[in-house]
């Protein structure tokens, strides 16, 4: 197979994280070609093809020089056996004409991993209100007042900002905080933004667990991402430390109702959020924790992936 991948500029991805190097390596160790793009090297013509500048890419196993690339080729993109879009957010509005430009490739016959209108559809914060019965408490709102009634009802409250990644712009807000309107300011930009507050779920001291689901199936093993001393957040980004474990029957549960429903909307691969016993986050634009996971168990979720591309062709 040819397989392109849109990603961040190559020398900024590193290798001993990156789960898009993770999945190139897997594909390359099986004889596939690999091929890299960013996402505003993509353009349209009057035929309707998209086409972007191309490399392809010779992996290697060294994480400080892991690749060699060949000389940029102006390449159709629905001529490859599978796009992979592994952009990593923000969702701002070039992401979003990112995913209007892989449209295109679609109607032109070609794949595209996840689906391009999934990736539009399935906001990472807000599509677990699609399941209720999985996620705990929850109130999406801008009204300030509405924020401060949820707080008042369920004490001890996580605020997020819809479009944050990483543990970015995340706090904790007890009923009792001094600080509680000047956050709930903050958050909302007093009253004008949308945000996301959930009830405290204490089992975060035992990891904020990152559940792979691969073609609506959980992998046998996640990454509890556990906070550092004095933290909420278990985000690597913010300081947590990444403990791989095998998914629990609770986790196993999630994965499997919502898989059923990322199926039918064209996400092959994703990665769910998951403390305690409650679904908490949808990650579908550019899920990581497959290398940590592979070090700590030799379980490969690449291999699952690549297992699901070759049957797709």
Known sequence: MRLAFVVDPLEKLKAYKDSSIAMMREAARRGHEVHALQARDMSAAADGKIRAATVALALRDDDHDWYRAGSPSRSVLADFDVVLMRKDPPFDQEYYYATLLLDGVQANGGRVVNSPRALRDWNEKLS????????????????????????????????????????????????????????????????????????????????????????????????????????????????????????????????EAVGRDLVKAGIVFAGLDVIGDYLTEVNVTSPTCIVEIAEQTGKNAARDLLDVLEKGR
Request: aromatic share 4%; glycine share 10%.
């Open 128 to 255: 677990i209100l699609a399941f209720p019965k999985l996620a705990p408490p929850t109130l999406v709102a801008s009204a300030m007042d509405e924020l401060h009634a949820f707080v008042d009802e369920h004490r001890d409250v996580v605020m997020k900002k819809l479009d944050g990644m990483g543990g970015a712009m995340i706090f904790r807000v007890r009923a009792e905080d001094p600080n509680r309107n000047v956050i709930v300011e903050t958050m909302t930009s007093l009253g004008s933004v949308t945000v996301m507050a959930q009830r405290y779920i204490p089992e975060i001291a035992d990891g904020d667990k990152r559940v792979l689901v691969i073609d609506g199936k959980p992998f046998s093993h996640c990454l509890a991402r556990i906070p550092k001393k004095g933290e909420t957040r278990g985000n690597l980004a913010a300081g947590g430390t990444g403990v791989a474990r095998p998914i629990t029957a609770r986790d196993r549960e999630i994965g």
